[in-house]
């Protein structure tokens, strides 16, 4: 239908000029200033209060998990003060039970487990770790009998905490997620496994060995795309890197040793998100998915299952600063080593960072 | 005139000052598009004296929907100033006329030739005067059409007509510019004799 003369029509139009009239300025201001404020030092203010308000509800969601943590260890290393060591009257009590695993009885009604694997060397060094709590082992406390014939008597050393197991026992309900933030400058977590080996019983000698983890802050990068389905549903998918730490201190006959471990995971997470709220450069959404996770130095595959609430903050058309608190869930990955998120596979995070909107 | 282009961000740096009620930025829109959007004005009104008004109009809507406007790319803020003058310019029309009682009223369908001749010798001005003269119920329809691509549901849907009567006033548009482009045609080729 398009026809020679409508074409050559349009080309002879295409770039068409008249010269324009001039306008009566006052109301067209008038229409422009009541239509969009000025609002250089009102868009400062509101994204300076955005930025406030994820600060906030980062720091409540954290200092929340943090709080978590403290009920979780305060019981255990108060009971320590309770439990005196009676060095004498233990002899040789062992609290290791069977050939891989150790108890440390952390108070009266609770015993920890930490499995080992294989002894390891690590690292020696001769500072003396002030804040190392010791938790003793009672024979009153010590439930199983049998574990005694499990350990050979010869065996001076205590058996040394294979430091990548240790991990495992570490609680982890503060586990935050950071896209972009560095999470490093947050509180460290600590926690204190101790044991109390008790050998030698002719000499009566008496080594006290305790396992002191130091765990940072796991950290999690992600670089993730959005992509809008609907007005209030999108998709969210990308790559994912988690590194988990810890300094390791095993406290054996007043020597301290300390490794450092790093466990490193490759994720891909889905997410669906559902728009709940939105002003102009604020929102308000509720994202959930899962995610397959690949731990570098070794071969299980981790699947995990997340919700969260989330409140973003526009800065430009494409950027977007967030903040997600959420729980997750993580799935057995079917190895015979346990992990973290199979010893706590309900865990608490917070994710927060810059988001990169597609269209 | 030279063809309105900007050269990196600088539309886009426009359409934020514009959306922070910057005065002088809205002087400088008007500077930069006001022409071009008079050029398009005036293919659909038939009298400058109604130029003011449409584009008056034109840049009160522009201003008001500033914050609604989501910046696209280059060009996208010229774009949309472009659609807003055209409707502008139809809200004009409708005060003025109502499309679909002016289809019967010329009857044009004398001339046998079916071509409409070469316009390549004549300028767009005087193009622009041919549309002006052509009844304005044919004038919109040929705008929509042949300017604004439109299709003959979308301009029956636009003016409030009947699809047949978009496509019969295409038509007698096309016949009556024909003629008019031979007379100019031949007055041409005398003068030039």
């Given at each position: 239908?398009?026809?020679?003369?409508?074409?050559?029509?349009?080309?002879?139009?295409?770039?068409?000029?008249?010269?324009?009239?001039?306008?009566?300025?006052?109301?067209?201001?008038?229409?422009?200033?009541?239509?969009?404020?000025?609002?250089t030092r009102q868009l400062w203010l509101r994204?300076?209060?955005?930025?406030?308000?994820?600060?906030?509800?980062?720091?409540?969601?954290?200092?929340s998990l943090q709080h978590h943590d403290t009920?979780?260890?305060?019981?255990?290393?108060?009971?320590?003060?309770?439990?005196?060591?009676?060095?004498?009257?233990?002899?040789?009590?062992?609290?290791?039970?069977?050939?891989?695993?150790?108890?440390?009885?952390?108070?009266?009604?609770?015993?920890?487990?930490?499995?080992?694997?294989?002894?390891?060397?690590?690292?020696?060094?001769?500072?003396?770790?002030?804040?190392?709590?010791?938790?003793?082992?009672?024979?009153?406390?010590?439930?199983?009998?049998?574990?005694?014939?499990?350990?050979?008597?010869?065996?001076?050393?205590?058996?040394?905490?294979?430091?990548?197991?240790?991990?495992?026992?570490?609680?982890?309900?503060?586990?935050?997620?950071?896209?972009?933030?560095?999470?490093?400058?947050?509180?460290?977590?600590?926690?204190?496994?101790?044991?109390?080996?008790?050998?030698?019983?002719?000499?009566?000698?008496?080594?006290?060995?305790?396992?002191?983890?130091?765990?940072?802050?796991?950290?999690?990068?992600?670089?993730?795309?959005?992509?809008?389905?609907?007005?209030?549903?999108?998709?969210?998918?990308?790559?994912?890197?988690?590194?988990?730490?810890?300094?390791?201190?095993?406290?054996?006959?007043?020597?301290?040793?300390?490794?450092?471990?790093?466990?490193?995971?490759?994720?891909?997470?889905?997410?669906?998100?559902?728009?709940?709220?939105?002003?102009?450069?604020?929102?308000?959404?509720?994202?959930?998915?899962?995610?397959?996770?690949?731990?570098?130095?070794?071969?299980?595959?981790?699947?995990?299952?997340?919700?969260?609430?989330?409140?973003?903050?526009?800065?430009?058309?494409?950027?977007?600063?967030?903040?997600?608190?959420?729980?997750?869930?993580?799935?057995?990955?079917?190895?015979?080593?346990?992990?973290?998120?199979?010893?706590?596979?309900?865990?608490?995070?917070?994710?927060?960072?810059?988001?990169?909107?597609?269209? | 005139?030279?063809?309105?282009?900007?050269?990196?961000?600088?539309?886009?740096?426009?359409?934020?000052?514009?959306?922070?009620?910057?005065?002088?930025?809205?002087?400088?829109?008007?500077?930069?598009?006001?022409?071009?959007?008079?050029?398009?004005?005036?293919?659909?009104?038939?009298?400058?004296?109604?130029?003011?008004?449409?584009?008056?109009?034109?840049?009160?809507?522009?201003?008001?929907?500033?914050?609604?406007?989501?910046?696209?790319?280059?060009?996208?803020?010229?774009?949309?100033?472009?659609?807003?003058?055209?409707?502008?310019?139809?809200?004009?029309?409708?005060?003025?006329?109502?499309?679909?009682?002016?289809?019967?009223?010329?009857?044009?369908?004398?001339?046998?030739?079916?071509?409409?001749?070469?316009?390549?010798?004549?300028?767009?001005?005087?193009?622009?005067?041919?549309?002006?003269?052509?009844?304005?119920?044919?004038?919109?329809?040929?705008?929509?059409?042949?300017?604004?691509?439109?299709?003959?549901?979308?301009?029956?849907?636009?003016?409030?007509?009947?699809?047949?009567?978009?496509?019969?006033?295409?038509?007698?548009?096309?016949?009556?510019?024909?003629?008019?482009?031979?007379?100019?045609?031949?007055?041409?080729?005398?003068?030039?004799?």
């Amino acid at each position: 239908m398009n026809e020679q003369w409508m074409k050559e029509m349009q080309q002879k139009m295409a770039d068409y000029q008249w010269p324009a009239p001039e306008l009566s300025w006052e109301e067209l201001d008038q229409v422009l200033t009541a239509n969009n404020p000025p609002k250089t030092r009102q868009l400062w203010l509101r994204r300076i209060a955005a930025a406030a308000i994820i600060l906030l509800i980062s720091g409540v969601g954290y200092w929340s998990l943090q709080h978590h943590d403290t009920e979780q260890i305060l019981p255990t290393t108060a009971s320590v003060d309770n439990q005196p060591i009676d060095a004498t009257s233990q002899g040789d009590r062992y609290t290791v039970r069977s050939g891989n695993h150790l108890t440390g009885c952390l108070s009266p009604c609770e015993v920890a487990e930490v499995s080992v694997p294989e002894p390891e060397t690590v690292t020696p060094v001769s500072a003396e770790d002030p804040d190392t709590l010791h938790i003793t082992a009672t024979e009153e406390q010590q439930q199983p009998r049998g574990v005694e014939e499990k350990v050979q008597p010869t065996k001076k050393n205590s058996p040394v905490i294979y430091p990548s197991d240790l991990r495992q026992r570490k609680h982890l309900d503060n586990r935050l997620t950071a896209k972009v933030y560095m999470s490093s400058t947050m509180t460290d977590s600590h926690q204190t496994v101790s044991f109390n080996i008790k050998q030698s019983g002719f000499s009566g000698n008496i080594h006290e060995d305790s396992i002191h983890a130091h765990h940072r802050q796991p950290v999690r990068f992600g670089l993730l795309l959005r992509y809008r389905l609907t007005n209030r549903w999108s998709m969210e998918s990308g790559l994912t890197y988690t590194r988990l730490s810890s300094d390791i201190t095993t406290t054996e006959d007043d020597k301290n040793n300390v490794t450092e471990q790093r466990i490193n995971y490759i994720g891909l997470p889905l997410n669906l998100s559902y728009e709940l709220w939105k002003s102009l450069n604020f929102g308000l959404y509720v994202t959930g998915g899962g995610m397959i996770e690949k731990r570098l130095d070794a071969s299980p595959w981790q699947f995990s299952l997340n919700g969260a609430v989330g409140a973003e903050y526009k800065l430009t058309n494409y950027f977007s600063l967030y903040a997600e608190p959420g729980i997750g869930y993580y799935f057995k990955d079917g190895s015979s080593i346990p992990t973290i998120y199979q010893d706590r596979p309900l865990n608490f995070n917070l994710s927060f960072g810059l988001r990169f909107n597609l269209k | 005139m030279p063809h309105v282009t900007f050269i990196g961000n600088e539309e886009k740096r426009l359409v934020e000052r514009l959306q922070k009620g910057d005065k002088s930025a809205a002087r400088e829109f008007y500077a930069r598009y006001a022409n071009s959007l008079a050029g398009i004005c005036m293919r659909y009104i038939s009298d400058e004296e109604d130029l003011k008004d449409v584009l008056q109009n034109t840049l009160a809507h522009i201003f008001s929907h500033m914050a609604e406007f989501e910046y696209r790319g280059m060009g996208s803020l010229q774009a949309w100033a472009k659609r807003v003058v055209v409707n502008e310019s139809l809200k004009f029309l409708r005060t003025k006329a109502h499309f679909e009682v002016l289809q019967d009223n010329y009857d044009v369908v004398d001339e046998s030739e079916d071509d409409v001749p070469s316009m390549g010798n004549i300028p767009p001005d005087a193009l622009r005067q041919m549309l002006s003269r052509l009844p304005i119920g044919y004038r919109t329809v040929l705008n929509l059409y042949v300017f604004e691509g439109k299709s003959h549901q979308e301009i029956a849907d636009l003016l409030g007509i009947k699809k047949n009567t978009s496509a019969s006033q295409l038509y007698k548009a096309k016949k009556m510019l024909a003629k008019m482009i031979k007379k100019y045609n031949d007055n041409n080729s005398h003068d030039n004799e």
